[in-house]
């Protein structure tokens, strides 16, 4: 079977994410399973074959009782399945509202990927100045990782607080959103 490999495996093996989902298919699945405490389908029928690893047995304690405790009936892939993973995930609040609300679908000229310290999240490129700001106030690492975002096969990377760049960006974006 061929392993794969994620930088939020790293990013989580490194201490740096506190959460991380992972599965069988992943490289450094079974070392996490062995030394990391976990939450499965035993515990949230909807994950399937992924499993919610935490950094501590007290953050898995407070992240079930936040967001799993009275939804494990909640069916995957649903709104309130990504709500519950985006906000186990950390993820910055503002990506997790535009994806669950079918922003990739509804408004597809404003959607793009945002990459940073293993994290992987949609967004609003409206947003991208505030979730920007989220994640590095979340992951403060400007030697580690530079914040990355495509669109389509276009990308660009962005430097730690870089918010003069970010509001280029949103300009730009806004302009095209109008020209159409």
């Not at 939804?71 to 669950?100: C, D, R, T």
Request: proline share 4%; net charge negative; glycine share 4%.
């Amino acid at each position: 079977m061929t392993k794969y490999a994620s930088l939020s495996e790293w990013y989580f093996l490194n201490a740096i994410k506190r959460t991380c989902i992972n599965n069988p298919e992943f490289e450094k699945f079974e070392l996490m399973k062995e030394h990391y405490p976990y939450i499965n389908k035993d515990d949230f029928k909807s994950l399937g074959n992924n499993y919610l690893f935490f950094q501590t047995e007290e953050l898995k304690k407070e992240m079930y009782h936040k967001y799993i405790k009275g939804n494990e009936q909640v069916v995957m892939e649903s709104p309130e399945y990504h709500q519950i993973i985006g906000n186990i995930l950390e993820f910055p609040p503002k990506a997790i509202e535009f994806f669950i609300k079918g922003g990739v679908d509804n408004f597809p000229n404003r959607a793009i990927t945002i990459q940073y310290c293993g994290n992987y999240i949609i967004s609003d490129i409206l947003d991208l100045e505030e979730n920007a700001k989220w994640l590095w106030e979340k992951y403060p690492y400007p030697m580690d990782d530079t914040l990355l975002i495509r669109k389509g096969i276009d990308f660009q990377m962005i430097e730690f607080e870089d918010y003069s760049s970010i509001k280029k960006i949103i300009t730009k974006a806004k302009q095209k959103i109008a020209a159409k």
